[in-house]
């Protein structure tokens, strides 16, 4: 994929000392802080010499993070946050700590403890203050559970970079895009060691944020890492961007131990390679469009039972028509959420919360080129993720089901049916959210069950992505689209999970 180089933050967090009691309806627990946590000091041992180094302001609260054991690490954490720990800091020591520690080969599975943080991130910022550190508390949990793994499948580090391979700042762009195209994990990591050293960020952005979409590996999982890792690095700041590219750009090298793609005609990257000529078919003044519902419609149909070549084919139709993006976008967004309805799992998960990353990195590229093969390489994905099924409930028809109670009183009535039936509880969610156009307490509801009842890194993932992306789609699907995201979402039913308890044993201390 030949391409011009281009050229184109959260407050720190004091920590509660009690936390209100959630909604017994819900079956949420209550948790209190009744103590200050007993200060530990964790082991300082030698870090390994070829083993990358952090900042020295950062480096000791990483290697905490690494060194503690799993059963005691928010103690530690949590004293360390009564005596002035920021938020901040402590976001940027768990990410580097699983950059450092857990290999982005495959980019997913372990690797979720990096792919999750700003997930948590988002849900930390919007949860109510009673529970900001819920999220982060997981994540340093899951942080360690990652770790493990990484030992007992070879005991993986982000080396030191090789100083004498480095190009000048001068080549470094030129330099990175020969490697990526290339697949060259070497020159690769080389090129982007001196590119983060001497670009700036939104030029680092410009190349990454097309090469997580070029081809269809890991689910979707390399532009979710583009448009994760960016997102946390604008919260922790630039200057722990090194190692994060460095971890990133590997990722997006993995093919699965096949022939190199540079060499081959694989078919995950058929698509990218076939939308790299689309792209050009497009007309100039293809921003200039206008919304249309029923161009929305007919590219829905065609994510339904077309292939991936009949889904761009069809975007290119549209925009040459005169349909706007955004009428694009919805057909996708709820193209995604109809196959989470139609097939619930963890392919069909990922198509919306890849959706979510492609549609950031559609915001915020300011290249028009990489904007049309996003768009064409997500509704290409879609079909993938689709595979074979090709009948069940439409997104676009399925009947509203009026909840028992009105007003917020519905809400425990929906998140329970969550529990038993979701399809039910997707089509009472509908009739609410239809007459209450404002669903904060829809989406506060929702997060809350996620810090309570989450025990994977998906329900943080998919929570942040569906409840972010509601707003981006167009009033009339966008109900649909969220009342469609219990398929995924927590339900009343399930028991706490033991994290909940783990944080409540821990902050009693």
């Keep these: 994929m030949k391409m011009e180089y281009m050229k184109a933050t959260a407050t720190r967090r004091q920590f509660l000392k009690s936390a209100a009691a959630t909604g017994a309806m819900l079956g949420l627990g209550g948790w209190d802080i009744v103590s200050a946590l007993p200060p530990v000091s964790a082991a300082e041992a030698g870090l390994e010499p070829n083993r990358v180094r952090f900042s020295p ?15 005691r690490l928010l103690e530690e954490v949590g004293f360390r946050i009564r005596h002035g720990l920021s938020y901040r800091d402590l976001l940027a020591a768990v990410l580097l700590a699983g950059i450092r520690d857990i290999e982005p080969h495959p980019v997913g599975f372990k690797f979720h403890a990096v792919l999750v943080l700003n997930s948590a991130h988002l849900a930390s910022l919007a949860a109510p203050d009673s529970e900001r550190w819920l999220p982060i508390f997981w994540a340093l949990d899951y942080f360690k559970s990652s770790q493990k793994e990484n030992e007992q499948k070879g005991d993986w580090h982000l080396r030191a970079p090789d100083e004498a391979r480095l190009p000048s700042g001068a080549k470094a762009g030129q330099a990175f895009i020969d490697a990526m195209e290339n697949w060259d994990e070497e020159a690769a990591d080389a090129a982007v ?18 090469y997580g979409a070029r081809d269809f590996r890991d689910i979707g999982h390399k532009a979710i890492y583009v448009a994760n890792s960016w997102r946390t690095l604008q919260c922790i700041g630039w200057r722990h961007a090194e190692p994060v590219l460095r971890s990133l750009a590997y990722a997006l090298l993995y093919h699965d131990g096949s022939a190199n793609p540079a060499r081959s005609a694989l078919e995950p990257d058929l698509p990218g390679r076939r939308n790299l000529e689309r792209l050009k078919q497009i007309r100039p003044d293809w921003r200039a469009g206008a919304v249309d519902g029923q161009a929305t419609l007919a590219l829905l149909d065609t994510l339904r039972e077309g292939s991936a ?14 349909v706007a993006a955004q009428s694009v976008w919805d057909a996708l967004f709820a193209g995604a959420s109809e196959l989470l309805m139609r097939k619930p799992g963890i392919g069909t998960l990922h198509a919306v919360t890849s959706t979510n990353a492609l549609h950031y990195a559609w915001q915020n590229t300011t290249n028009d080129e990489t904007r049309r093969f996003l768009l064409l390489q997500n509704a290409a994905f879609l079909p ?12 676009d028809q399925f009947e509203p089901l009026p909840p028992k109670a009105a007003g917020a009183d519905a809400l425990p009535e929906i998140f329970a049916e969550i529990s038993q039936d979701r399809l039910a509880a997707a089509r009472k969610a509908l009739a609410w959210l239809k007459t209450n156009p404002a669903p904060n307490e829809f989406i506060g509801t929702a997060r809350r069950l996620v810090f309570f009842k989450g025990s994977n890194p998906h329900d943080y993932k998919f929570s942040s992505a569906v409840l972010e992306d509601y707003q981006h789609v167009s009033p009339g699907l966008r109900e649909r689209y969220l009342a469609a995201s219990v398929f995924n979402l927590e339900g009343s039913g399930g028991a706490d999970n033991d994290l909940v308890n783990r944080t409540r044993a821990a902050l009693e201390g």
């Design 57 to 71: 302001e950062i480096e000791p609260l990483v290697r905490l993070l690494e060194d503690t054991p799993r059963e």
């Design 193 to 210: 060691t001196a590119l983060a050293r001497s670009a700036s960020a939104q030029e680092v952005f410009e190349l990454f944020c097309r």
């Design 309 to 322: 070549g009949d889904a761009s084919d069809k975007v290119v139709e549209l925009l040459n028509r005169g």
């Design 384 to 395: 993938l993720f689709r595979g074979s099924v090709q009948t069940g409930v439409r997104v």
